[in-house]
């Protein structure tokens, strides 16, 4: 959490969910202070928007920060010179770029050791998941014990490696790392690792604050399909963002992407994102947030979701957000989430106009496209690109 917090706007409020209360800063507090009806505001600049208010320190982030995003449907039209600084919740990794991440922290510790100082102090300010998934090779294959002699010798080969990382688990606070043979990445963050709402403590409270993350992989955009804002960085970046800095950014242009209508039966997620894909990369997304709405997203499971998103790379995008609605509460019951998190998010989501169902009112956006996705054909991706139908 940022030093000297100003709160200049009075919107730190409480949440109690089930028995528990949890310090949030709350957006309709801080419109009533000032700042402009936000209710059409998209739903991706509304996280945005919290991450300023909650991190307004007078220095990265000032009240002239929070009221330009707040303004930002006044001058949608054109894209925004203001520059912002966002911090994630938290950071990915993947092995290979994360291998490099703790031998930094390590050379750290040497240096502090050198100076006389507490080499614990060294530890990673945002919490940072490094999941080990990009040393698969396929050895064994079509037999039963296929995936046990594949892991097998997945280790003798890192052994070394893996070694540090388990070091590192160990001697780092805020730092996890994932086992090989648990899965890709991208899944790990979806059915594991993402939160919707995340929870630290603050002082003697417990905040809740929007989920937010920055990966060294280009589609960690994927768990955006799950209401969490994020997208693929380089590792200076990431590293800085797990060493508690800011990310500058300007103020993002958002895209809507409206759906209507239901997929036909023997159309499949592929066959949308294709179509989606397609449609954007004529329209011309590159360094643009895509924000899906309407009322066909009432129909489309969250693993169709988390494909669209996933495929933000593709289409240009910094990311393709998704909404928190009642598919996202499903998904995380249905993926053995905690209960009391899964009520968390849902009473978090309504309390600071999150929450999207067919009554919401849709926002206002930059441009918007519109599908019906009654209209999708079934389709192969072209031989050289994805976005060649």
């Known amino acids: 959490m940022s030093v000297g917090r100003q709160d200049s706007l009075h919107s730190r409020r409480t949440l109690t969910v089930d028995g528990t209360a949890y310090d ?3 957006l309709e507090a801080a419109a009533r202070e000032g700042l402009r009806d936000l209710s ?6 509304k996280v945005l928007l919290e991450n300023l208010l909650r991190h307004e320190d007078g220095r990265t982030v000032t009240l002239d920060d929070i009221k330009a995003v707040a303004a930002w449907a006044e001058g949608r039209d054109r894209p925004s010179a203001h520059e912002i600084a966002f911090r994630p919740a938290r950071v990915l990794m993947q092995d290979f770029t994360g291998v490099p991440a703790i031998v930094d922290l390590a050379a750290m510790r040497d240096a502090m050791v050198a100076l006389s100082g507490d080499p614990g102090k060294i530890n990673p300010l945002n919490p940072v998941d490094l999941v080990i998934d990009h040393s698969v090779m396929v050895d064994a294959h079509g037999t039963a014990d296929a995936l046990s002699r594949n892991i097998a010798l997945e280790f003798q080969r890192n052994g070394e490696r893996y070694a540090f990382l388990r070091w590192g688990q160990a001697a780092f606070r ?6 090989p043979g648990t ?3 991208h899944q790990v963050n979806m059915e594991y690792l993402a939160q919707v709402v995340w929870t630290a403590p603050d002082g003697e409270r417990l905040l809740a604050y929007p989920d937010t993350l920055v990966g060294t992989d280009s589609h960690t955009t994927m768990v955006n399909g799950l209401a969490v804002l994020g997208w693929g960085v380089g590792g200076i970046e990431a590293e800085a963002a797990m060493l508690g800095q800011p990310m500058s950014m300007l103020i993002p242009d958002v895209v809507g992407f409206r759906l209507t209508g239901i997929r036909r039966p023997g159309v499949t997620a592929t066959d949308v994102v294709l179509t989606v894909t397609q449609m954007l990369r004529a329209h011309g997304v590159v360094g643009k947030f895509v924000e899906f709405c309407g009322p066909g997203l009432a ?3 969250l693993t169709d979701r988390a494909t669209i998103a996933n495929m933000a ?3 240009g995008a910094t990311c393709g957000f998704f909404p928190i609605d009642a598919e996202t509460i499903r998904y995380l019951e249905f993926t053995g989430r905690d209960p009391k998190r899964s009520r968390l998010v849902e009473a978090y989501a309504k309390a600071q106009g999150m929450w999207r169902d067919d009554a919401s009112s849709e926002p206002l956006f930059s441009d918007q496209l519109e599908l019906d996705l009654g209209d ?3 389709s192969l991706a072209g031989p050289r690109r994805p976005q060649d139908r």
Do not use: D, H, Q, T
């Open 313 to 315: 790379p593709e289409y």
């Open 40 to 45: 059409r505001l998209p739903f991706s600049l």
């Open 376 to 378: 999708v054909e079934p």
């Open 299 to 301: 129909s489309m499971s």
């Open 174 to 179: 805020n730092f996890r790392a994932v086992p």
């Open 183 to 185: 899965g890709i990445c």
């Open 24 to 26: 949030y800063f709350s």
